[in-house]
């Protein structure tokens, strides 16, 4: 049966698992191939090539409607590992019906910067914080999506390592 995603109903921010973060909305990292270009003999013209594997610098932002204890902790210079824990719903084309899959993505971050908001009458702060991303992992239903470390070269997009022959090829595991 075809199931559809219909749209994200809850999520919630948490640190090392445990630490709630508050109520956020979150823009999550893009995965992007750096390329290069390359031109010569028997092509026509240049052409840019995505590198396999290597990906692009990621950064995430996270918006909170004000300033909490825990949403504050994420100003310390340090890394934070951060899960995202959401609840999206879908539908099922066939019999009209819907249902709710559990995701997670996990992220390490550095904190490049936090912006604490406005200070006005009823209304919101629109506190945010842009966080540099070294690890980025997606889970639907408990299965992974992708998983990226930057540090240790992983690119894992589905069952596939994508830096995995790169690795043997520098003698790293």
């Known amino acids: 049966m075809s199931q559809q995603a219909a749209?994200?109903?809850?999520?919630?921010?948490?640190?090392?698992?445990?630490?709630?973060?508050?109520?956020?909305?979150?823009?999550?990292?893009?995965?992007?191939?750096?390329?290069?270009?390359?031109?010569?003999?028997?092509?026509m013209g240049n052409m840019n090539v995505p590198l396999i594997g290597m990906v692009d610098a990621m950064s995430a932002t996270i918006n909170f409607l004000t300033v909490t204890q825990a949403a504050a902790s994420l100003a310390a210079p340090r890394q934070h590992l951060l899960d995202l824990r959401v609840a999206e719903e879908f539908w099922e084309v066939e019999k009209a019906e819907s249902g709710m899959w559990a995701e997670k993505y996990v992220m390490l971050v550095q904190t490049k910067s936090i912006a604490p908001g406005t200070v006005a009458p009823m209304s919101a702060a629109d506190?945010?914080?842009?966080?540099?991303?070294?690890?980025?992992?997606?889970?639907?239903?408990?299965?992974r999506l992708w998983e990226i470390d930057k540090r240790n070269m992983r690119c894992i997009i589905g069952d596939v390592d994508y830096m995995a022959d790169v690795r043997r090829a520098l003698g790293k595991a």
Not at 127 to 143: I, L, M, N, W
């Open 7 to 43: 749209a994200y109903i809850n999520l919630e921010v948490y640190e090392d698992s445990v630490n709630l973060l508050g109520v956020a909305k979150v823009q999550l990292p893009t995965i992007a191939y750096p390329t290069v270009s390359i031109s010569g003999a028997g092509m």
């Open 127 to 143: 506190v945010s914080g842009e966080f540099e991303v070294y690890y980025y992992a997606a889970y639907r239903k408990g299965k």
